[in-house]
């Protein structure tokens, strides 16, 4: 399980020589822990990081309001066409990515959107993922809350505020989670849709170091590992929300 | 409540219902019209591509079922078709077991299960590029640790990534292990929506652990299931960064191992042949569509929401 | 309900908010784009950037790297989005598809007349690999030739002389056999069967075949020729001189030769730095031994204009800005690659004062340009499964040179129609 990453970071603090030796040696000889302020001199480190984090908590919030509005009518409301509407959703994931990557090129351009934030940020609010997982999620509550909701007059959106979201805490956390592991990772639609070094991503960063006829594998570690560590950290403060139970106040069977 | 006569009643279902309809329509319009505009237009243009030659820059040039009469007649693209039949069918069923397996046991309060759970998600966290990285050194026939540790019990060492007959297991294998870990957090959310009073209940009939998770865990995670397993064959079905990092430049190592998305890949973006690309793509998208349809009209068999 | 409305049209609003701040502000400049893919290189680009903008003060020009791996694609999907780079890097596999498909632009019409730039100042190989129909597609930027590498402290224990220019096949195998100890796991010479810049296709033309014909209409895979240097590397495999398919696939020829496991191992010029950098004074370079012919593989990066660029005079200054001698002096100065522009070549030959780089000139005068047609990619990938095939045991050498012969015609063919 743990064998890669520690991998990662035996790699990332030897030098270059050593990480071309075969047989590989497992520890370094020399620890070069400079390989990592290498990183920061090398490229702007600093910026792909803010860059980052705008371009997660961009999607990660745009999608949690998003997707839970959609689920929430796919799995409680009746509506013409649903079913429909619920295969044509979720048959966006049937496409690969590069399929679209030309059009949407395109669509960017008209919109002038190319190598900004709106381009890396709004594209990704939209998710048949998260709209399918939420809907299974809600389908799992118990109905009944949302009957004695509409006895005490609750609007629809009453319905979603008050019920359906608060006794959804591990499916948005885990909803939260792969957003914002999928938006820090992603690296095809960044790397096409940007272009100066200022708009640059981690991702895109890193695999810079990756050259045409050889890639500098310590930086390249020290790289990943600087990008992995806030995504451990998170995982390791939201996951106890993973596990939050029905907080129902008071409705019992 | 007062009684309402009939008339009333059905007046005012009748417009409950319209109202229901606006409010969903307006629920789901940010997501659909979005979805819209940034991946179904793109891809109806895309696919309307396959039928047609084109370079990706001077126009379209309409030939009909050209292209599908060449993907079909062409054997590179009929092994890419097995070969992603394959990856799926092996690795969807052990990801899902796995991990529905490993979530269970991770679903305890107990001291260190946050040290347990992080590290299940290591995996998950990795990056592809030093993931192939790695397990490259670990299949390395010479120099890799499986085969040293292998060799040390007298066991055969085989060519993990250049032996035709292994190499897409071994691929599978990694494929796994970077997967298992979102399932279980998906699983781990789902097992929380289980209410205790069904264990309490069956704990006063004195159920055993077994009986319990067999007849309560297991029907009640079904919606789960039924999402991770979908969304697990709809991906797996699409692999392709995990063979680019792992291939690398050996074209002699693609042929097991070619995916359609690879085929996507190679035709679009290396030899410039986007109509062809999109075919393939087309293609995959009606088989993926078919099986997912088939599993929706299925699940009424088995998914058990919870009402 | 109203909630919902409300909640809604707030969504829409501060959508459009984000899409709205993010739009970058006009100043009025006109503005150029560069794509390239090697951040190395970004002293000499920058330099060259800066003395364009200072004669052109009204231009901002923006650079983008992208990683190697990536860069056609992303290419690829801006030309055919409708915009992309002003100007750009061109190889030579990828050079006939884009001259052919319209992409990039004649220099002809701007080279005449021009005096700051002339065909004759650029290595020949170098201009025939970007030119067509004898008209200039892309300006050469930088050159890699291909050199013998050797690792002196394996010939200083055995007592044998350094290689030489005198070196030929023969050498190879005869000093190879004696280098090598298979005990110490050490062997004499990679033959780079598996890569075709670096290897094949330099002994094919030195045994006086080809690789493709002049009109490109022919494979030369199944020639007495290739077929007399897929034996050589094969016997070199056999009598375990060199490293087999296999483990040259598993592990990059770089990683052979840095670990000191290989004591020869021909390479292409630009990996002269980091070997230099691990090796220190053990490392040494020689002419690439000779076959029939002395010969050897160049192949070169050009700057290319966009066809539709929104102003081709302004792009071309900036082509002559990036190719021309003070540019490319700082590439040479900072050990980068080899320029493509005679005189200033010999500037490169500093950078590494400890190395012999004066091979590498000297190979580019006898050079043969990389063998190249409209779909390299395609036949290229054809060659290099059934070479490896049968190198890893899977058929015979000759099945698989018919194989590629009779499928590369095909390809060849299918070009002529276009």
Known sequence: MIVPFLWMITTSLKSYGESMQVPPTILPKEWRIENYSNVFEAVDFLKYYINTI????????????????????????????????????????????????????????????????????????????????????????????????KIDGCS?????????????????????????????????????????????????????????????????????????????????????????GIALGGVRR | MTKKSPETVARKKRRRFNREAIAAYLFIAPTMLGLFMFYIFPAIASFALSFTRWNGISTPEFVGLENLIKLFTDSSFLRSI?????????????????????????????????????????????????????????????????????????????????????????????YIWMSVGNNIILIL???????????????????????????????????????????????????????????????????????????????????????IASAQAFILFVAILLMTIIQFIFQKKWVYYDS | MKKSVSFCILLVISVMLVACSGKSSSDG???????????????????????????????TVKVTYTPFA?????????????????????????FYQYVTSDLIKDLEPFLQGDEEFAKENYYPAVVDLYSYEDKLYAAPYFVDSVGLFYNKKFFDEAGLDYPDETWTWEDIEKVGTEL?????????????????????????????????????????????????????????????????????????????FMSQKVAMIPEISVHAAEYEEVLGEDLGVAPLPKGKVDTSIVHGIGWAMNSKTKDEDLAWELIKSLSNKEGTTVMAETGFATPAHMEISKVWLDSLPNVELQVFLDALEKATAYPVSERTSEWQTVETKEIQGAFLGQKSIDEALEKIDKEMNAILEEEQKD
């Open chain 3, 70 to 94: 990536e860069y056609w694609t992303k290419l690829r999907t801006s030309l055919g989005g409708g915009s992309g780079p002003d100007v750009f890097w061109m190889n030579g596999p990828n």
């Open chain 1, 54 to 149: 705008i371009l997660t908590l961009g999607r990660t919030i745009g999608q949690l309001i998003l997707c839970s509005l959609a689920a929430f009518a796919f799995a409680r409301l009746n509506f013409p066409g649903k079913n429909v509407l619920f295969i044509l959703m979720l048959s966006v994931l049937m496409v690969p990515a590069q399929v679209i990557l030309i059009p949407n090129y395109a669509t960017l351009t008209q919109l002038g959107w190319i190598d900004t934030f709106a381009a890396l940020i709004v594209p990704g609010i939209f998710s048949a993922y998260g709209t399918f997982l939420l809907r299974q999620f809600f389908m799992g509550i118990p109905k009944e809350l949302d009957e004695a909701a």
């Open chain 3, 180 to 256: 090598t100890k298979p005990e110490e796991g050490t062997y004499g010479y990679l033959n780079q069967v598996v890569r075709n810049q670096a290897g094949y296709y330099n002994l094919i033309h030195q045994a006086g075949g080809y690789v493709i014909n002049e009109d490109k209409t022919k494979s030369g895979f199944n020639t007495p020729e290739a077929k007399e240097t897929f034996e050589f590397l094969n016997r070199l495999i056999e009598k375990k001189i060199s490293p087999n398919a296999q483990a040259q696939i598993e592990t990059e020829a770089d990683q052979w």
């Open chain 1, 156 to 244: 629809y959106f009453g319905i979603y505020w008050r019920i359906i979201l608060p006794n959804s805490t591990p499916a948005l956390t885990a909803l939260g989670i792969f957003t914002i592991l999928a938006a820090w990772n992603d690296f095809l639609w960044p790397l096409v849709m940007t272009n100066s070094e200022s708009m640059r991503v981690l991702s895109v960063g890193i695999s810079t170091f990756s050259g045409q006829y050889s890639t500098d594998y310590p930086l390249l570690m020290a790289g990943a590992v600087l990008s992995t560590i806030p995504m451990l950290l998170m995982f390791i403060f939201l996951q106890k929300h993973l596990l939050a």
């Open chain 2, 82 to 174: 097995i070969n992603t039949a394959v990856f799926t069918f092996v690795s969807v069923p052990f990801t899902v077991i796995i991990a529905i397996l490993i979530a269970v046991m991770l679903n305890q309060k107990i001291k260190g299960i946050v040290f347990y759970r992080t590290l299940y998600f290591l995996p998950v966290v990795t990056m592809p590029v030093a993931v192939g990285m790695v397990w490259k050194w670990l299949y390395n026939t010479d120099y890799g640790l499986i085969n040293y540790v292998l060799g040390m019990l007298h066991l055969p060492q085989p060519s993990w990534l250049f032996d035709p007959k292994i190499s897409l297991l071994s691929v599978i294998i990694v």
């Open chain 3, 29 to 59: 400049k006109k503005t150029l784009e560069v794509a390239l893919w090697d951040e190395n290189v970004s002293d000499a680009v920058d330099a060259s950037i800066e003395s364009f903008e200072k004669e052109h003060p009204d231009v």
């Open chain 2, 189 to 275: 959310a789902g097992l929380q929506g289980i209410e205790k009073s069904y264990y309490e209940a069956a704990e006063i009939d004195g159920a055993s652990r077994f009986r319990k998770f067999f007849s309560i865990t297991l029907p009640l995670l079904t919606p789960t299931i039924f999402f991770v397993f979908i969304t697990g064959m709809i991906s797996s079905l699409q692999v392709f960064d995990l063979l680019f990092v792992m291939i690398g430049n050996s074209t002699a190592l693609l042929e097991p191992l070619r995916t359609i998305v690879y085929g996507v890949y190679e035709s679009g973006f290396k030899y410039g042949e986007m109509g």
